[in-house]
Structure formats: structure tokens, C-alpha cells
């Protein structure tokens, strides 16, 4: 078969991580004989300096003549000289905004989030050992393209009294869908699924969660509960290891999945999906631009490889395949090959691993892609 594959390094460490998870898919082509097309293009602030938009009709096109989406990372900082300018503008104009017109204009509803401890890795735990004794492995399916980040907003003066709102609306049908993902991803894990809200306080909360009992009314291999955003941020600190599948609104989403990341102790770990209805997909780690390490070689490819696999089994049906990359993953770690961020963490066979500071970006996709076939 033959795929199509937009890739969009975007901004920060964003061209070196892709450039790693693009040389093990070439490498899965050569092993299990797929041709992948790859064509680049232009998001964030790398699209701002070229073209003044974040999101150029170019890319957009692109994108949907692909199968799906690999991206790096889109951001810079707005106190660094090199990238301020990106930041000087209306917010619509920003790296961010090229984020959420691509999640939107592409319906992009569920993205899922995984947060996982690798047994390699679990000294980068930042909670105490017997709080995770079983380790953890859950998937935060977050609400991407509704809610609070895309109601109606605005900033006024009254009587010279500076305000600002933001609103969070969501309908039935974009509760339904995304509770639809959900209950589907927990059917093929550990058949549980914890639905978060803030049902005390908010109507989106209280029709959430009745549209969420609706959906599992058809899944009933599958246990419900329902938990309040603020007891699950106590939660994920206090027992993770008691968490599954969670599905939960845009705002809260975004919160518990930096939460869940942070536990795992290493966030250049953690692929991302944002789905929609069809096959389609767009795949980034969970990290962002990291723009205070860009172009040293030393950021850590694993979480983009991990997206990839995330590509491979959602937007192409090749479950073998991901396996496979997933399989490359654990065996470079296994071997005791370490990037600067978990340089010296773990253990290898029995012993601590080496502190060397690590080897690059590209020398790691070197191992990983070696590691495969
Ligand atoms: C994320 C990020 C984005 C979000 C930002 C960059 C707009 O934090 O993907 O979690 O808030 O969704
Ligand atoms: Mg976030």
C-alpha cells in the first residue's frame, strides 16, 4: 500500500523530533514493504515567518489530501528575542491559533492522551515508590474541539472597568461522539471508563454527564463512574495507578493530561492522537516547542516515534506494525540508551543506567529504527 503522510515539524525542537520519527516509518516501509509519501508543510510561527498566517490554506491543503498528520511542536517564548515577534500580534495570528484551526477545521474531536510509567523509567517518578507500586498506564481521552477554547469570548471596558469572558458551551452530539470514542477505547482495554465533570457546579458539567450515561447504556461490558475535575487532580497524585480510561471536557482535559504527564517523570515519553470520525488523524507528543533546547540535538525523539506508532495503528490499521514500533522503543530503553532529559534514569539489567548526559536526538532514532526487523 501506499500512504500519505503530511509532515508538520513546526517550531522549537519540532524538525528534529520529526526528522527521527520519519526515519522509523521509512524504516517500517523497508521492513513490512509500505511505501510511505511524505510531503512537508508550514504550521506555528515556522508558517508565520513565510507567510504571516500560522495555518496557511497551503498546509491545510496538504493535509487533507494525506491519510494523516505528523507534527513536531508549534510555539515559541514570548520573552525570547528570537521568537517574541510571534507574539506582538492578535492572538488569533499567534503559533497557538495554528494548533486549534487545524483541531477545528479538521474535526478533530478526540485526542488521546496516554500516560504511562516505563518499568525502565520508574525512578523518573516524581510520587513516592509505594504510592505506585503496580506502576500505571491510563489514556486521557480529552475533548479537543468544543467547550471553553472555542465559545464565544471577549474583552470590554464598562464604565471604565476593564472585563472579560470566555464561554463553555457544548451540545449533545459532541458529548455523544466523543463519549462514543471513549467507551470504544475502553472496550478494547481494561473495560472501564471514568468520566470527569464539575456536575456540582456547571451546566456542561450536568448535561455531560447524562449524555455520557446515555452512550453507556449501549456498553454494558463496560463500568461507568463519574468523578468531580478537582477530587481526579487529587486523584492522579494519590493513587494513579486506579485510572484507565478517563474521558473529560476540553479545559479539563488539558489540565489532568499535563498531570498525568508529569507523573510519568519523563514528558518527552508521551505520543498524542486527535481523531475525528473518519481514519484521519494528526499525531504530536504531548510536549510542546521546548524552544530553550531547539537545534542542540538533544531533545528526546521518543515521544513523536511513540506518535508515529499512535499513526500507524489508528489512521492505517497497521497494528502490527505499531507493535513494532512501540517494541523499538522498549528495547533501546531496555539496552540503556538514554537521551539527555532521562540521562541516568532507571536501571539497566540490575544496574543504574549510565549518566553520560545522554546521546543525541538523531543517535536515538538511529537505535530505534535499529531495533526494528
Ligand atoms: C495542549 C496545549 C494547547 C492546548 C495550547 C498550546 C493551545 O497546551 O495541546 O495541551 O491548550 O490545547
Ligand atoms: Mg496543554
Known amino acids: 500500500m501506499e500512504y500519505q503522510i503530511a509532515l508538520l515539524p513546526g517550531d522549537g525542537i519540532g524538525p528534529e523530533i520529526v526528522r527521527e520519527a520519519k526515519k522509523v516509518l521509512e524504516k517500517i516501509g523497508n521492513v513490512y514493504g509500505h511505501a510511505f509519501s511524505f510531503r512537508e508543510a508550514l504550521v506555528g510561527g515556522a508558517a508565520i515567518d513565510a507567510t504571516g498566517a500560522p495555518l496557511p490554506q497551503e498546509t491545510l491543503r496538504i ?10 511542536s508549534v510555539g515559541g517564548d514570548a520573552k525570547n528575542p528570537a521568537t517574541a515577534r510571534w507574539y506582538q500580534v492578535d492572538p488569533k495570528l499567534r503559533p497557538e491559533a495554528g494548533l486549534l484551526g487545524l483541531r477545528k477545521g479538521l474535526g478533530l474531536f ?3 492522551r496516554p500516560a504511562y510509567l516505563y518499568p ?16 500505571f498506564d491510563m ?29 463553555c458551551v457544548y451540545d449533545e452530539k459532541e458529548i455523544r461522539r466523543v463519549a462514543v470514542k471513549a467507551f ?11 468520566s470527569v465533570d464539575k456536575h456540582n457546579v456547571l451546566d456542561t458539567s450536568r448535561l455531560w454527564r447524562q449524555v455520557v450515561e446515555e452512550v453507556g447504556a449501549d456498553y454494558p461490558q463496560v463500568a461507568l463512574s463519574h468523578m468531580y475535575v478537582d477530587n481526579c487532580a487529587m486523584q492522579l497524585v494519590h493513587d494513579p495507578g486506579a485510572f484507565d480510561v478517563v474521558v473529560t471536557d476540553n479545559m479539563f482535559g488539558d489540565i489532568l493530561s499535563d ?15 486527535s481523531l475525528n470520525e473518519t481514519k484521519f488523524g494528526v499525531y504530536e507528543p504531548s510536549h510542546g516547542s521546548a524552544p530553550d533546547i531547539a537545534g542542540k ?34 528495547k533501546a530503553l531496555e539496552a540503556g540508551y538514554r537521551t539527555a532529559d532521562i540521562a541516568g534514569v532507571g536501571t539497566v539489567a540490575g544496574q543504574a543506567a549510565a549518566d553520560g548526559g545522554g546521546i543525541s536526538t538523531g543517535q536515538m532514532g538511529d537505535v530505534i529504527a535499529g531495533c526494528i526487523g
Do not use: H, W
Open 297 to 330: 540535538g538533544i531533545a528526546n525523539p521518543i515521544a513523536t516515534i511513540l506518535s508515529a506508532a499512535l499513526l500507524l495503528r489508528y489512521s492505517l490499521d497497521l497494528e502490527e506494525e505499531a507493535k513494532a514500533v512501540e517494541a523499538a522503543v522498549e
Open 110 to 112: 478526540a485526542n488521546l
Open 139 to 167: 489514556v486521557i481521552v480529552r475533548e479537543l474541539t468544543g467547550g471553553l477554547y472555542f465559545g464565544e469570548r471577549g474583552t470590554q471596558t464598562v464604565d471604565g472597568v476593564r472585563r472579560a469572558f470566555d464561554t
Open 63 to 72: 493535509v487533507r489530501e494525506s491519510n494523516a498528520v505528523l507534527m513536531g
Open 184 to 194: 470504544d477505547i475502553a472496550m478494547k482495554r481494561g473495560r472501564k471508563l471514568l
Open 259 to 273: 498531570e498525568a504527564s508529569m507523573i510519568t517523570g519523563s514528558i518527552g515519553m508521551l505520543p498524542s492522537a
Open 120 to 135: 525502565q523509567l520508574a525512578d523518573a517518578c516524581p510520587l513516592k515508590k509505594e504510592t505506585v507500586p503496580g506502576g
